[in-house]
């Protein structure tokens, strides 16, 4: 009977103790649980792998008599035991079973398919294992000890086996909830963590083990993910996830139209689509023990270890040919040297060796790992793809920092842009005046203006560009209520004040490897935003300093002709004496939108690179490099008052006044009609006190803009003209009031 005993104990049943579970089963009965209800031996369909179960079905033959009833209750005590190894050693064979293996990688004949693999329940199942083999060391002890000394039976097999009465129930609790839930990933480490905390100090050395065997699981998928950034997670357990069609419909409107037009905008690249769109984090799979922000971090050093360790080919041959240049002996540049790579695999290595997971420990680590990749890939960007010299350029030819160059590009196009645009050749007329200017202004040692070409896309390519972004586009006009709204080659809502046909103007920037992480379709569709709005500035001033230089032409030309006539001469001093009234208008005109040029150029886009080139040589982390690039964008964009719905439409309203008071002025040979006069003026007033009121309110004032708008307020209002004219208009529009009301 002892060994019937000591093999019950390893989960082997026979005659004296049996399992009425399977003896039941064999004969066709259901078995009966303890309180009376019935139970089915519930089978795997696909594979035949028994389910675990849950109530114990070990018990002792019903016709042992000679026992008594004290000695009967230990030994049905001492069979849970084995009954608790038997159903965790199924469990630890089950999930250690590689046969669906052969059955994925052999012949495609029907094979019975295991249920969803998972190496999280695995290393969970080798935890378990370990377990198993030191009570089965316990039980062979017993053993040793009956046969070297006859003692009291079940007193020394319930002394040697008494710990695993703490530890066998709960494992088998905890393999039960796994099975039943379908547990596997993150979710499996969030349930042994939690078990974790519990008041038994050899139970929770035994569950911090099981643990840890997880957590090894976890470090291997780190390592290769940070190490090589490869993604080994063949059952989708891993919180790092690639990004696929199904999870893509779960997405917002906005954030989907948004990652369409940034795929649409990187076709053909699949690095840069990996980089931008092709990884997240699955927060169901992300244990809770690990930030959110902790898990995006590993997530940045991956993509970084992608785009480190697989430079395009282009780069690599631009790479060979600088260094070829000026040295005779070349190697091949590492961007990622092995020696930090090694220090990568160290650190993960330190982790995986420690006998508990410490969450302080973990962070550290990562966050160090983070700041290597990001140091190497802001190496890559800013030094090997000269960044600075590409931020000039498109400081230089969008942001019209290139003054000379688009003045003459201007002038050249004038009386081209006088006409209404042709949508089958607008561009490639565009294109000789650009050219011409090129050749003016643009110096052959002027590397980056190749990479600049003109764009004036057709009404047919804006409207199947916001098809991509109608959405965004409705959203934004309603919340900013912009007049004048287009779209640009990049996809993006044009939001400022509009001018004519020609506003569609835009410039393409040919952007290589690897400078597409930072400048994506939405970057440069910011800058056409402020391009497009800046040339406006440019054409208006442009156009009323050519109205004035045509009309004081004319004046110089009939006090010349009329000089010995008096007559002639009384006559063209009076139209001299006509034309004053128009003169202050084109005067006043100039004069607000030369300073709010002079505002842009000077106290915005000046300031604020000089603030960027100085945090780029200060930084040495990419992802600081993005965060002060996409901060040097928006404060483009809100100082501009690009953002204002508001401003927008009473610049539209100004800029339309101006080009048809130099309409008026050109069609009526500097005279023009003292009625249309009249009401320009009185709308250019209304409008530029609207503006003035609008800029100066506590609203605005109190905003981040305010240091900066208040430069423009004192540029304007320097000799208190623009707050005088706005509080006599208010004054007037309240005394007109007052009589209206009185008269009624």
Not at 176 to 203: S, Y
Not at 298 to 313: D, E, H, Q
Not at 418 to 440: G, I, N, T, W, Y
Request: proline letters at 4%; one cysteine or more.
């Amino acid at each position: 009977m002892l060994h019937e005993l000591l093999l019950a104990l390893v989960g082997c049943t026979g005659d004296v103790f049996i399992d009425e579970k399977e003896r039941e089963g064999s004969m066709g009965f259901p078995f009966s649980s303890q309180d009376g209800t019935a139970e089915r031996s519930e089978w795997n369909e696909s594979g035949g792998e028994e389910m675990i179960a849950g109530e114990c079905s070990f018990r002792l033959a019903p016709d042992l008599t000679f026992l008594q009833d004290s000695e009967r209750e230990i030994l049905e005590h001492l069979l849970h035991l084995g009954f608790y190894y038997r159903e965790l050693e199924r469990f630890s064979l089950q999930s250690r079973n590689l046969s669906w293996i052969a059955f994925h990688y052999g012949d495609s004949s029907p094979k019975p398919e295991k249920p969803h693999p998972s190496v999280y329940r695995r290393a969970l199942a080798n935890g378990i294992a370990e377990v198993l083999a030191i009570y089965r060391s316990a039980v062979l002890k017993v053993e040793q000890n009956f046969l070297s000394d006859p003692v009291p039976v079940l007193a020394t097999v319930t002394h040697g086996l008494n710990q695993f009465e703490v530890l066998l129930p709960p494992l088998h609790a905890l393999i039960l909830e796994v099975e039943r839930d379908g547990l596997c990933g993150g979710c499996l480490l969030n349930l042994l963590h939690a078990k974790c905390h519990c008041g038994l100090p050899e139970l929770q050395s035994c569950l911090q083990r099981l643990l840890w065997h997880g957590h090894q699981v976890m470090y291997q998928q780190l390592a290769a993910w940070m190490v090589y950034g490869l993604l080994q997670d063949q059952h989708e357990e891993f919180f790092i996830r690639r990004r696929n069609d199904g999870e893509k419909q779960q997405m917002s409107s906005e954030t989907e139209v948004m990652e369409d037009g940034l795929e649409a905008g990187l076709i053909g690249n699949v690095d840069l689509l990996d980089w931008h769109t092709g990884f997240y984090v699955c927060v169901n799979m992300l244990p809770e023990y690990i930030q959110l922000q902790v898990a995006e971090s590993i997530l940045f050093v991956g993509k970084a270890m992608r785009v480190l360790r697989n430079p395009s080919k282009a780069f690599k041959n631009q790479m060979a040919a600088c260094q070829l240049q000026g040295m005779e002996s070349y190697r091949e540049p590492e961007l990622l040297p092995q020696s930090e790579a090694d220090k990568i695999s160290s650190a993960i290595q330190d982790l995986k060796d420690m006998p508990e997971f410490h969450k302080r420990s973990f962070e550290t680590t990562v966050d160090s790992i983070r700041t290597i990749a990001a140091t190497h890939l802001w190496q890559l960007v800013v030094v090997h793809a000269d960044l600075i010299g590409h931020l000039k350029a498109l400081k230089d030819y969008f942001l019209l920092a290139k003054g000379d160059f688009f003045q003459c590009f201007l002038e050249e196009s004038r009386l081209l842009m006088s006409l209404p645009p042709r949508l089958s050749s607008a561009e490639a007329d565009l294109k000789v005046p650009f050219q011409q200017a090129a050749m003016k202004t643009i110096s052959d040692d002027d590397k980056y203006f190749s990479r600049v070409s003109l764009r004036m896309p057709s009404l047919a390519n804006a409207a199947s560009a916001s098809t991509y972004h109608g959405e965004i586009s409705k959203q934004r006009s309603n919340a900013e209520g912009n007049l004048g709204l287009s779209t640009n080659i990049y996809g993006d809502s044009i939001s400022g004040p509009s001018y004519d046909g020609w506003d569609e103007i835009a410039l393409e920037y040919s952007i290589d490897w690897p400078l597409q992480l930072l400048f994506t379709p939405e970057v440069l569709s910011k800058y056409c935003r402020v391009f497009q709005y800046l040339l406006r500035l440019k054409r208006i001033q442009l156009e009323l300093e050519k109205s004035w230089a045509e009309a004081m032409h004319q004046d110089h030309a009939d006090s010349t002709s009329h000089r010995r006539d008096v007559a002639a001469s009384a006559v063209a001093k009076q139209r001299q004496q006509q034309r004053m009234p128009m003169w202050r208008v084109r005067h006043h005109m100039s004069y607000l939108i030369t300073n709010l040029q002079f505002y842009i150029q000077v106290d915005v886009i000046e300031s604020q690179w000089n603030l960027l080139d100085e945090r780029v040589d200060a930084s040495k982390d990419f992802t600081e490099l993005v965060r002060f690039h996409q901060e040097y964008l928006s404060a483009l964009i809100s100082q501009s008052f690009l953002d204002i719905g508001s401003v927008s439409r009473i610049l539209d309203s100004i800029i339309k006044l101006c080009l048809q008071l130099c309409r008026l002025i050109e069609q009526q040979e500097g005279t023009p009609n003292p009625t249309e006069l009249e009401q320009i003026s009185e709308e250019f007033n209304k409008k530029s006190n609207s503006l003035y009121t609008i800029l100066r309110s506590s609203k605005l004032a109190g905003s981040q803009r305010a240091p900066f708008l208040r430069q423009f307020l004192l540029r304007l209002n320097y000799n208190s003209f623009f707050e005088a004219t706005a509080r006599g208009a208010l004054n007037v529009a309240r005394s007109r009031s007052t009589t209206i009301s009185m008269n009624t």
